[in-house]
């Protein structure tokens, strides 16, 4: 098991750290900063893997986009693509190097029997953010623009695929062991733009990436996709898929490939609540993923608000479980 964002806010070790270090950016660029943040969790907790402090922005930021975080109201990205050209941008990819000394330093650290997963954002969810300059429930400027323009979109997506590889497949050469695409908009879409926007976008980055390192595991987690998960597993070529916690563990236990690993899918709320509410929803979906490989975690990431104690009362279950 490991927990989405598990190097995050709820953790008071990290608010201190940060109330240091100063903002959001400067410490996923810090390499000694976001390695230290990277293995706090692992001192609390006994997870099984360790996720890299980063943020998936940081491939349009490489791309030549202007990067900010604002207090309270999050990214924004500039110029927004709705109204600017790719060709107006100056790429900057040396922006991802720190990134990679992070890897390399965590690595140095990290038990041998803890795996070190590194991630990006697949290629809609960060075009989404790219086009509109910040993020959106509805998406609705990005998924507007795959209709008027679909050629500015395949651009778009073309070069933000070449950038994810490239970015992955520097992670795994600086230490990760697996690697995970967070689809974290993937629900927005119908299923013929899931089909393109989503499932064939993440295919090639699998297969490139394979061809690369044929031994990495990926994992993909297309938020949101819910009846549109089968097709994920089946066209993908993912080694595991992540599922949110709306997707009913027994349906995913039937529906998905037989044998193929999933990962997933306690509501980060449930988590917060703690008590019988934590422990029943936390045996249904150990329950239902018996007869499986299932990598325990949320259905997205955990919230700020998070009881320590709580943590600590899902780990002891899982483990217990487990054993």
């Given at each position: ?11 008071p ?31 609390r ?33 500039a ?8 060709d ?99 629900g ?12 064939r ?19 993909g ?15 993908t ?68 608000t ?18």
């Amino acid at each position: 098991m490991w927990l989405m964002r598990q190097a995050g806010r709820y953790l008071p070790e990290y608010r201190e750290l940060r109330a240091k270090k100063g903002g959001f950016l400067d410490m996923a660029y810090d390499p000694e900063t976001a390695a230290e943040i990277t293995l706090q969790p692992l001192r609390r907790f006994p997870f099984d893997g360790a996720i890299l402090f980063s943020d998936i922005l940081v491939v349009p930021h490489a791309m030549g986009m202007d990067l900010t975080f604002v207090v309270g109201e999050g990214p924004r990205l500039a110029p927004p693509l709705c109204d600017a050209r790719l060709d107006d941008l100056e790429p900057a990819l040396e922006r991802l190097d720190p990134i990679y000394e992070t890897v390399r330093r965590v690595k140095a650290e990290l038990s041998p029997q803890t795996t070190f997963l590194g991630f990006a954002g697949s290629p809609w969810t960060v075009a989404t953010y790219m086009i509109a300059g910040q993020g959106s429930r509805e998406q609705a400027e990005a998924r507007q623009l795959a209709y008027l323009d679909p050629a500015k979109m395949d651009s778009i997506l073309d070069i933000v695929s070449r950038i994810t590889v490239d970015y992955l497949s520097g992670q795994i050469e600086a230490g990760v062991d697996a690697v995970q695409l967070f689809d974290s908009w993937s629900g927005s879409l119908s299923p013929a733009q899931f089909e393109n926007l989503v499932i064939r976008r993440t295919a090639w980055i699998v297969s490139e990436l394979r061809r690369r390192h044929p031994e990495t595991p990926i994992i993909g987690f297309p938020k949101g996709a819910g009846g549109k998960l089968r097709a994920y597993a089946d066209e993908t070529g993912v080694d595991a898929v992540g599922i949110d916690e709306t997707v009913d563990p027994a349906w995913a236990a039937r529906e998905l490939p037989a044998g193929l690993p999933v990962q997933g899918n306690l509501d980060p709320l449930a988590l917060i609540a703690g008590g019988e509410a934590l422990n029943s929803a936390t045996r249904r979906i150990l329950d239902a993923f018996a007869d499986r490989p299932h990598i325990f975690n949320l259905g997205h990431g955990i919230q700020q608000t998070t009881p320590i104690a709580n943590v600590e009362q899902l780990v002891a279950l899982v483990k217990r479980q487990g054993d």
